[in-house]
């Protein structure tokens, strides 16, 4: 309730501000002579305005028009000057109030009758060279009715200019947009403050790619295609609120950067709203934003990884991933937002002019200096500067004793003096509506300084200096030292030094525009910073400085695009400092739009003030399925509200081997990133444990270790085709053709008698030992049913059984079963039925004959999962570990449940990448689990053996782990006694006993046999 009571006041303070100037001030009124317009709104003055515009050209004149109506029938245009750089520039249209000053459109005007080709009410000019400082103020504009064609202001202005208190109605609803700044490429950047759209196509257009727009306060009613549509533009808004029954916002563009904070958006049309309050192509950050009746709050289709907001409410959204160096929260740091403030002004009679009783100069070159000085200490409260030429001061001004307004009327002060801030017998001093501003200001005292409209050199202030307001300002350089600022459409241009150095100060700019390389901002001394929309311009030194720097401070950046102009890119993007450890934040990583620039929606570095501290969220590496000899990079990451105890940068960590078979190598374990070889295959579980001083946090990364890895279409794992692996499906339907060439094969359950199996065969005759350990992983198109987890979805996997001398049946293909010819009725075990769940206490079920198969397992089709869709199963190993003389091995995979239609997996013929694997892991004698290859890995010792009791024993050390059996044979090879048979560990040395007081004298044999070896040791019992 208190915002909206704010907003409103704001508003009507707008609507019914009275702007006046004193005689002598330079202002064009446009109702005096020579030009004597008349405002009753019958007249047409078209012309008369017109000649008012061409007669100042380029002169930094303020065309005014008073309280009043007044009647156009065509376009006016921003004055031509002789040269073409002097056109279309340096030209202010300003009315005495919003609610008093009107222009309005005569009805069905000509040359406003087309759509297509549409002209404005206002037109501000396009051409080659800049239009600085161009501006339209406290006016309303009425675009009449029968002007289909129309639009209310074509606006143009560069590095400092502004539309500020407009209302702009389509009387009759109809019109092309009210704000177009899409006609024409380089504009901005500037100021848009306080302006209300009534009707059109399109409230405001924005396009190209530079320089940046900052909009505040905008209101908009009944358009019929976009509130706001924006084209590749730097757009920065807060506090947008849209009336429409059309999207309110949409963004447009690979250079598009809109940044929302504040504002409320409501839906009003009858039907039910089927599309977002704001569309999204570009890139896009939006915060504090209510919605109303809207099918969702954001649609987001842009090139990053944002799903857009499906409710009502945007509390903050971002939509790239947010960024950091040290730890903070990822969300924005959010500053009190201030607005500008706007004193009781001294009426204009009293207002003191620098020339006349003061003796003040243009355009000659002598030292004004002394006159501006003497102004101010002879008592005055406002001093305007008349346009038309440039005042000069070489010495310093110091303002002080009753000063509280400095307004130059759009004059123009150079010179090496700068303006000493010293004090005021008012709260707020105020200096606005420069061309230029002399070499700068230097702030001491403690009041408020506001600078609006203005360029400045260079801005500096004391320890103890009162808050700052700036807003549609070009300062080259600031710096802020223990300071509360608040900037609005700030445009700097400097590569010589930082263009803002925060020393302990609180810095909010809403639409910053950064020219030339350098730092734009060094933040120190635990100062504050939220820059919202920044758009920066690089040239050649930005390879030499960060772009941001934070030094033991606070930052965040929401919305960064970068232009290159000669593909100078800023390599490092940020550099943060905290508790002595520094990181940089390089360009490598972060997307890029067309020219080569990096964009960025969140950058934040900031510990936060309020709140405990919270335990760090770990991820550590992701699961994976790699071979033996791969070396694998583990990337971890923590994410900390950085209130730990000892404010590390970033938390300490630690990678750790929690489970596994074999011995892991880390690279550097106390690192975020590090590689790791394993030295042997099985599953391991790695754990990464961060430590913020005062909680610790780990998570624990699953890794399956095989071999080697086998595919249908590749049996020996180097990639190139080979061997006798297949696949193929098998249709109920076609049931007597065969699917072999297919790239995709169909698995499905159908009670219409349409189900489709799958068959899988694998050549593993290329591995070189015993199979250990064995997993099948499969591919697949996405398909939206996998991730219904009420009804998910679950195939069965069988084994087919290779017996020696006997086959599948009549009829049926053998195990060496080829793709071309495999169809329903000759597949092995197929019986004719759909599938359905297998029941293993029945051994029945899936439509495979359990004569002929071993069920293996359910198979869940998961593309999102790390591991694919991937089944690995003790069943499915001892399946592997069958001897089959062919070494083929069949999988056939049925459906679980009914469905509407067939599932798909990729078959070999989509190629190597997509073809179904199977992973091997094999027994090789000559190696151990620690990595060690030697001769034999089995240690066999002798049997001891004690001549008096016949106690014996022997020691055996395996490499590998597995299943043993020792027994012992007498002479004739006759079983006596087993010793051991059971899963054994590697690398362990054990020692077995047993008694022989019972064996008659003679030879025996100690035999012990593994699943890759087999050993013998003879021993000889006297008895």
């Known amino acids: 309730m208190i915002r909206f009571s704010l907003l409103v006041l704001l508003s009507v303070s707008a609507l019914f501000a009275q702007i006046q100037f004193p005689h002598g001030s ?96 206002l037109y501000t000019g396009m051409g080659n060279y800049a239009h600085n400082r161009n501006a339209i103020r406290d006016l309303t504009l009425h675009t009449g009715k029968g002007n289909p064609g129309i639009i209310g202001v074509r606006f143009n202005a560069n590095y400092q200019g502004t539309l500020l208190n407009l209302k702009i109605f389509a009387d009759d609803g109809n019109g092309v947009a009210g704000i177009d700044m899409n006609y024409t490429d380089n504009i901005g950047p500037l100021f ?362 606070s930052i965040s950046v929401e919305g960064l695009r970068e232009t290159l102009i000669q593909g100078n890119a800023f390599p490092k993007i940020a550099e943060e400092t905290r508790n002595g450890s520094t990181k940089t934040l390089t360009s490598e990583d972060l997307l890029k739009n067309p020219s080569g620039g990096t964009m960025m929606t969140l950058f934040v570095g900031y510990i936060p003030k309020v709140g405990s501290n919270e335990p760090p969220e770990v991820e550590g590496g992701s699961d994976l399925i790699l071979l033996q000899n791969d070396i694998v990079k583990l990337s971890g990451k923590v994410y900390d509200d950085g209130r730990g105890a000892k404010g590390y940068c970033k938390d300490p960590v630690q990678w750790k081997k929690l489970s596994g078979p074999g011995r892991v190598v880390f690279s550097n374990e106390k690192d975020y990133e590090t590689d790791v070889s394993f030295s042997y295959s099985g599953r391991y579980n790695i754990t990464f444990t961060a430590d913020d001083g005062e909680f610790k946090a780990s998570d624990t990364s699953r890794i399956y270790v095989f071999d080697l890895r086998t595919s249908t279409r590749d049996h020996s794992g180097n990639g190139v085709a080979s061997g006798r692996g297949m696949d193929t499906w098998i249709s109920e339907f076609d049931s007597y053709t065969p699917h072999g060439d297919d790239s995709l094969l169909q698995i499905g359950y159908s009670k219409e008698g349409a189900s489709a199996k799958v068959y899988l065969k694998f050549d593993i005759s290329a591995v070189p030992g015993p199979v250990s350990d064995a997993a099948l992983q499969l591919f697949m198109p996405p398909d939206p049913r996998y991730k219904n987890k009420k009804k998910p979805v679950e195939w069965n996997v069988f084994g087919l059984l290779e017996e020696p001398g006997k086959d599948f049946g009549d009829g049926m293909a053998p195990v060496d079963w080829q793709e071309t010819e495999l169809t329903w009725y000759s597949a092995p075990a197929n019986q004719d039925g759909p599938g359905g769940a297998f029941v293993q206490r029945k051994n029945r079920g ?58 798909f997996i990729y078959s070999r013929d989509a190629g190597k990448a997509l073809a179904p694997v199977l992973y091997i892991s094999y027994f090789d004698s000559n190696r151990t689990v620690s990595g060690a290859v030697t001769e034999s890995a089995i240690q066999l010792s002798k049997v001891n053996i004690n001549i008096v009791s016949l106690d014996c024993n022997f020691d055996l050390t395996i490499g590998e782990p597995q299943f043993v059996k020792i027994e012992i044979f007498n002479e004739a090879g006759k079983f006596i006694q087993q010793i051991c048979g059971r899963e054994l560990e590697s690398e362990k040395k054990y020692t077995f006993t047993f008694k022989a007081k019972n064996y008659p004298t003679g030879k025996y044999t100690l035999k012990v046999s593994g699943e890759s070896f087999s050993k013998e040791e003879k021993f000889y019992i006297l008895n």
């Open 846 to 903: 899936g439509g495979i004959d359990p004569r002929y198969t071993t069920f293996l397992g359910t198979i869940k089709p998961n593309p999102d999962s790390p591991f694919g869709t991937f089944i690995k199963t003790s069943s499915l190993t001892d399946f592997m570990k069958r001897k089959h003389k062919s070494q083929l091995y069949t999988f056939i995979l049925t459906a679980v449940a009914p469905s509407d239609s067939s599932y």
């Open 26 to 121: 330079g202002v064009v009124d446009i109702t005096k002579p020579p030009y004597n317009a008349k405002s009753d709104g019958k007249s047409d003055v078209t012309e008369i305005i017109q000649q008012a515009l061409d007669d100042h050209a380029n002169g930094d004149y303020i065309i005014y028009l008073p309280n009043g109506i007044y009647r156009i029938s065509r376009q006016l245009s921003w004055p031509q000057a002789d040269k073409e750089e002097d056109s279309y520039r340096r030209t202010i249209l300003q009315g005495e109030s919003m609610g008093g000053t009107h222009l309005i459109m005569s009805d069905n005007a000509y040359g406003f009758d087309n759509p297509d080709a549409p002209r404005a009410m």
């Open 192 to 553: 848009v403050k306080n302006v209300e759209i009534h009707g059109f196509d399109v409230g405001i257009l924005t396009g190209f790619p530079m320089y940046g727009m900052t909009f505040e306060h905008i209101t908009l009613f009944g358009q019929k295609k976009y509130g706001i549509e924006n084209h590749d533009q730097v757009l920065t808004i807060r506090n947008l609120r849209s009336h429409n029954a059309v999207p309110a916002v949409v963004n447009y563009g690979e250079n598009a950067l809109l940044t929302m904070i504040g504002g409320a958006l409501e839906y009003t049309g009858k039907k039910k709203a089927k599309f977002a309050a704001i569309y999204n192509e570009g890139f896009l950050f939006a915060r504090d934003i209510a919605t109303s009746r809207y099918a969702k709050a954001i649609d987001d289709r842009g090139p990053a990884s944002g799903d857009g907001v499906e409710g009502s409410e945007i509390i903050e959204y971002s939509s790239d991933l947010p960024t950091n160096l040290c730890h903070s929260p990822l969300y924005s740091f959010k500053l009190l937002a201030a607005e500008t403030l706007v004193p009781m002004e001294q009426s204009a009679d009293q207002w003191v002019g620098i020339q006349g009783d003061y003796g003040g100069t243009q355009g000659t070159g002598s030292d004004d200096s002394k006159a501006i000085q003497q102004a101010i200490d002879d008592g005055a409260e406002t001093i305007y500067f008349p346009p038309g030429g440039r005042y000069t001061i070489n010495k310093d001004i110091h303002v002080r004793n009753r000063v509280r307004r400095l307004i130059g009327t759009e004059a123009t002060i150079d010179g090496t003096g700068k303006f000493i801030i010293e004090g005021s017998a008012f709260k707020e001093i105020t200096i606005e509506r420069f061309g230029e501003f002399g070499a700068g200001i230097l702030h001491k005292s403690p009041q408020t300084l506001i600078l609006k409209n203005i360029k400045i050199k260079d801005y500096e202030s004391e320890k103890g200096a009162g808050d700052l307001y700036i807003e549609d300002a070009n300062i080259n350089h600031i710096v802020i030292n223990y300071q509360r600022v608040w900037a609005r459409s700030l445009y700097m241009d400097n590569d010589r030094k930082t263009k803002i150095e925060n020393n302990g100060g609180t810095l909010w700019v809403l639409g910053l525009t950064a020219n030339n390389g350098n730092t734009v901002l060094h933040n120190r001394a635990h100062g504050e910073a939220e820059l919202i929309g920044v758009h920066v311009i690089s040239n050649r030194k930005a390879k030499y400085f960060p772009m941001f720097v934070n030094d033991s401070a």
